[in-house]
């Protein structure tokens, strides 16, 4: 059974730095795309960042300079380094992984539980 396990949320002031972690239990298996996705009350779920398994990133724009996503490919593990964090970027972040089988070409989908991050002015 493969399983996202997040951490790393919390309660931060405005102009802090939080960073999550995101580990898939999937040693067995291949780990393609990973992302974080956030959802605030009211709004809809919206992709934070992305990284392929060759490490190509992707940013919306509301937080380019500021966060970075990263991965590690042996430990199955991406994670969203988060500086200047703003109020605007209090939300639930969940992680993202498409996994599938090693050698396969059928990847599902799969998230984490979420992870409360509020941001304090």
């Known amino acids: 059974q493969v399983q996202l396990v997040e951490s790393g949320g919390g309660l931060v002031q405005a102009g802090g730095s939080l960073r999550l972690s995101c580990a898939a239990s999937?040693?067995?298996?291949?780990?393609?795309?990973m992302r974080w996705y956030r959802q605030a009350p009211g709004k809809q779920r919206e992709l934070v960042a992305g990284?392929?398994?060759?490490?190509?990133?992707n940013y919306v724009d509301s937080v380019k300079g500021r966060f970075t996503i990263s991965r590690d490919n042996a430990k199955d593990t991406v994670y969203l380094q988060m500086n200047s964090l703003k109020p605007e970027d209090t939300a639930v972040y969940y992680c993202y992984a498409e996994i599938g089988r090693a050698g396969g070409v059928i990847f599902n989908v799969y998230w984490g539980q979420g992870t409360q991050v509020t941001v304090s002015t």
């Open positions: 990284i392929s398994s060759g490490g190509s990133t």
């Open positions: 999937a040693s067995t298996f291949s780990v393609r795309d």
